[in-house]
């Protein structure tokens, strides 16, 4: 019985969420627990006005905790002020074995802070990165960092293509994943210190690497895994999710306009379905804090019970594929590589 912490009060919307997206999992799967960490409370009551069989409620369990962390919570201040909360509590669980994983919904610093502070690193990581899948061409493409670090040194990008490289063969079925480092182009001498520094270290590891890669291969399906620093990272992710959005809402303005285009979209509306599928967070559940010695990962923020439940059922792959061993295996045979901290930038 693989057994996840929730953080039930990590969403914008919380408990809601939560609690429904645990007990839409529960049901598809029976070799599944869930420990719903938070307000006994008000969870209880919450629970109690649900129509679920014993079969799910046996395996829903609550972890009460006192506090709850805000987007307004600063990193270091929750990790001395507020040890009791839901967050802290469900990072405690994995680190004492009575859990499996943990995902949070809520701040994305908190988490990383937290993680790093209860879990410690996998031994030959010197910084965890958030690993998030982005749509392409024929399927999807792992960006890493997301947002853990926004200042990088080159050896850290080495950690990080080890990392998505073994996420993206977890993830998309595949032995070798393409691995590419972001730059502004894909001669060896463009990009800048950092990442022709990094380019230098990545060349000499044992993976699939192809080099340097532009902001359009994270699209268009030419590599696997595509690496950056956490700043950049971000702001691509952050763009992509709203340029989705704004395509939507573009186009539901120009059908309006015409009857025509009323019936192009009615003829048309299945495509516009999978589309939206394929570009809604809601389908991806969640993205992992690679390189914290256990399993964490971070759900967005506007997550429904649909993204909840996605999340919970890719944690417990992780933890059941034990992914973090590989990651570990890997780095090992390529310790003398990716620890090569005498590659400076000015």
Avoid at 62 to 87: C, G, H, W, Y
Avoid at 261 to 284: M, P, Q, R, T
Wanted: aromatic share 4%.
């Amino acid at each position: 019985m693989v057994k996840i912490a929730l953080d039930a009060f990590g969403s914008d919307n919380a408990p809601n969420p939560e609690i429904l997206g645990a007990i839409e999992e529960l049901k598809s799967d029976n070799n599944l627990e869930v420990i719903l960490v938070g307000d006994e409370k008000i969870l209880s009551e919450i629970i109690g006005k649900l129509d679920c069989s014993d079969a799910v409620l046996n395996r829903l369990k609550i972890r009460n905790a006192s506090e709850q962390i805000t987007m307004k919570d600063s990193p270091s201040s929750i990790v001395r002020n507020k040890r009791d909360s839901s967050l802290r509590i469900a990072y405690e669980l994995v680190h004492s074995k009575e859990a499996d994983a943990v995902i949070s919904a809520g701040n994305t610093g908190a988490s990383l802070a937290i993680a790093m502070f209860v879990l410690k690193r996998l031994k030959g990581i010197d910084r965890p990165a958030i690993a998030t899948v982005m749509p392409s061409v024929g399927g999807h493409t792992v960006l890493l960092d997301a947002g853990a670090n926004v200042d990088v040194k080159p050896h850290h990008l080495a950690q990080f293509a080890i990392m998505g490289s073994e996420y993206a063969s977890f993830i998309k079925h595949i032995d070798s994943p393409i691995v590419g480092l972001l730059s502004n182009g894909e001669e060896e001498s463009k990009g800048n210190e950092l990442t022709r520094e990094a380019f230098k270290i990545i060349k000499k590891i044992d993976i699939n690497f192809l080099g340097y890669v532009e902001g359009r291969e994270i699209f268009n399906g030419k590599a696997d895994v595509v690496v950056c620093d956490g700043f950049t990272g971000n702001v691509i992710l952050k763009s992509s999710e709203t340029l989705a959005e704004t395509i939507f809402k573009l186009l539901r303005e120009e059908v309006n306009k015409s009857i025509m285009a009323k019936i192009g979209v009615l003829l048309a509306s299945k495509a516009l379905k999978n589309f939206k599928k394929l570009v809604d967070h809601n389908e991806y559940g969640g993205a992992p804090l690679l390189g914290i010695n256990g399993v964490g990962f971070i759900a967005h923020g506007g997550a429904s019970p649909k993204a909840i439940a996605s999340g919970i059922r890719m944690a417990k792959r992780f933890a059941e594929q034990e992914i973090n061993l590989k990651i570990s295996k890997k780095i090992e045979l390529n310790v003398e590589a990716v620890n090569n901290k005498e590659a400076k930038i000015a």
